[in-house]
């Protein structure tokens, strides 16, 4: 699998400036408000960094994209992506297909929760990756554009279900039954990460398709 790395960088980036507004009234919300500003710095630096991450291969491009998240985020989210970005490129390996992309994504998410001390259920950026990785266990890889639509729908709901859900971690968890009723800004960035993946994965399957 040829990961397009330029083209992930570039499009998660302009993602996360596009919504840096709405991410940071929802962290208003139940935060300090400063998710969309620590999301747009983090992934600046990625965009600075891109030409250098692109040189690498695919496992090492990831851990670096990790550590430049880890260096630029001051908030909480910047460690915690960047464990999921470090632990998904440490396992990748160099030749990629889709079971290493998961069981690599498995272990991302594992050092998000032991990083973060978190599970999913607990209205954090675990609700979209738990339940995601938990689906692309039965995922049919060979299915197409249809099947990368089912794995946003997939984050989507994630993201949405955090709405219902009582913070008992991060900053949101000081609120405690003040926090029910509003999605949380981490959910919310990860399912806009991954949406972009997704459509950069369908715009990259027409192109081959019209080729
Ligand atoms: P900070 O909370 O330091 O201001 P951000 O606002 O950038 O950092 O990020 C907040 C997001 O980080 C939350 O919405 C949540 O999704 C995520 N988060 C916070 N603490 C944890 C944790 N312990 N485990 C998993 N995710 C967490
Ligand atoms: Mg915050």
């Known amino acids: 699998m040829d990961i397009?790395?330029?083209?992930?960088?570039d499009a998660i980036s302009v993602q996360l400036q596009q919504h840096a507004e709405e991410l940071t009234d929802l962290d208003r919300a139940i935060g300090d408000g400063d998710h969309g500003i620590n999301m747009a710095r983090g992934?600046?630096?990625?965009?600075?960094?891109?030409?250098?991450?692109?040189?690498?291969?695919?496992?090492?491009?990831?851990?670096?994209i990790g550590m430049t998240l880890v260096m630029n985020v001051g908030g909480a989210s910047g460690p915690l992506f960047g464990s999921l970005f470090m632990g998904l490129g440490k396992h990748l390996g160099d030749n990629p297909g889709f079971a290493e992309f998961r069981n690599a994504l498995r272990a991302g998410i594992e050092l998000v929760q032991q990083r973060g001390r978190?599970?999913?259920?607990?209205?954090?950026?675990?609700?979209?990756?738990?339940?995601?990785?938990?689906?692309?266990?039965?995922?049919?890889?060979?299915?197409?554009?249809?099947?990368?639509?089912?794995?946003?729908?997939?984050?989507?709901?994630?993201?949405?279900?955090t709405q219902a859900m009582l913070a008992t971690k991060g900053r949101a968890a000081f609120l405690g039954e003040r926090s029910l009723g509003h999605v949380d800004p981490g959910a919310m960035s990860s399912y806009l990460i991954i949406e972009t993946v997704c459509n950069v994965i369908i715009r990259n399957l027409a192109r081959q398709e019209s080729s």
Not at 137 to 161: L, N, Q, Y
């Open 4 to 9: 397009p790395i330029r083209e992930l960088i």
């Open 43 to 64: 992934w600046n630096a990625v965009v600075a960094a891109r030409a250098e991450i692109a040189s690498l291969p695919p496992g090492a491009a990831l851990e670096k």
């Open 118 to 161: 978190s599970t999913a259920g607990e209205k954090t950026m675990l609700d979209v990756f738990v339940p995601l990785v938990e689906m692309l266990e039965t995922f049919d890889p060979g299915g197409g554009t249809k099947t990368v639509e089912e794995i946003i729908t997939t984050a989507r709901c994630g993201m949405e279900s």
